[in-house]
C-alpha cells in the first residue's frame, strides 16, 4: 500500500497548500558557471527535463558544451514554492526537474533531449532505479509549441530503439511547461567540487540510443 500511495499522482484538490515566496534566496550563485541559477544569459533558450533524482541530472546538462546554466527545482505539480520534503512526500504532485538554458546555435533542442532519452530509462513510469516515486517520473515539460513538435518527434524515435532493444513503453510525459519552482540552496549544482566533492547520484542509462 505505501509502495502504491508513492506511485500515485496526487489530485489539485489534495495538494499541500505550500507558500506564496521561493524557499531559494534571489540570487543564487550558479558554482560552476558564477551567475545567479534563476537566470537566462542572452541569446539562451530554456528546456525543462525531469529525468529521476536531480542532483546528477543537473550535474549531467552543466558539463554539456552548449549549456549556459541551470538550476535544480520542482514542476509539474500544484503546490507552490515546495519544500524538498512536500515534494518527497508525494504531496505536491512535482516532479524533480533541472532547469537548463542552452544555447541554440551550439546545442539543439533536439540533442539535448538526446542526452536525456540516453541517460535514464524512461520506461520505468514514477521511479528511476531505486528511486521510486512520483517526483522521479520522467517528462518533458515543454516551453514552446516548437519544442512540443521536436519532443514528440524524438520520443518516437526512442520508442523504436527502447523497442527494438527489449523494453516496453516509454512513459514519459509531454507536457506544456508550468510554472518552475527553485528547490534549496543545498540542492543547486549538489555534485559540485564545492559542494559535495565525493557525492553520488547515479544515472540509469540502458545503453539504448538513436540520432533523431
Known amino acids: 500500500m505505501f509502495l502504491s500511495q508513492k506511485t500515485a499522482l496526487i489530485d489539485q484538490a489534495s495538494a499541500l497548500p505550500g507558500r506564496d515566496r521561493t524557499v531559494l534566496e534571489n540570487p543564487t550563485f550558479h558554482e560552476i558557471f558564477g551567475i545567479p541559477v534563476q537566470s ?12 529521476g533524482c536531480f542532483w546528477g ?3 549531467l546538462f552543466w558539463q554539456t558544451p552548449g549549456v ?3 538550476a535544480a ?8 514554492n515546495p519544500t524538498y520534503e512536500e515534494v518527497c512526500s508525494g504531496g505536491t504532485g512535482h516532479a524533480e526537474v533541472v532547469r537548463v538554458a542552452y544555447d541554440p546555435n551550439k546545442i539543439s533542442y533536439a540533442d539535448l ?3 536525456f532519452f540516453e541517460n535514464h530509462d524512461p520506461t520505468q513510469g514514477m521511479r528511476q532505479g531505486n528511486d521510486v ?6 517528462a518533458i515539460y515543454t516551453a514552446t509549441e516548437e519544442q512540443a513538435e521536436v519532443a514528440a518527434r524524438v520520443l518516437a524515435e526512442f520508442q523504436a530503439a527502447f523497442s527494438a532493444a527489449g523494453y516496453g513503453k516509454i512513459t514519459t510525459a509531454v507536457v506544456p511547461a508550468g510554472e518552475f519552482f527553485f528547490a534549496e540552496d543545498y540542492h543547486q549544482q549538489y555534485l559540485s567540487e564545492g559542494k559535495n566533492p565525493n557525492g553520488y547520484c547515479p544515472i540509469h ?3 539504448v540510443t538513436c540520432n533523431p
Open 68 to 70: 549556459t546554466n541551470s
Open 133 to 138: 516515486g512520483t517526483q522521479y517520473r520522467s
Open 113 to 115: 533531449l538526446k542526452i
Open 40 to 51: 537566462t544569459p542572452a541569446g539562451s533558450e530554456v528546456a525543462y527535463l525531469a529525468l
Open 73 to 80: 527545482g520542482y514542476q509539474g505539480g500544484y503546490t507552490p
Open 205 to 207: 542509462a540502458t545503453g
Open 57 to 59: 541530472a543537473e550535474k
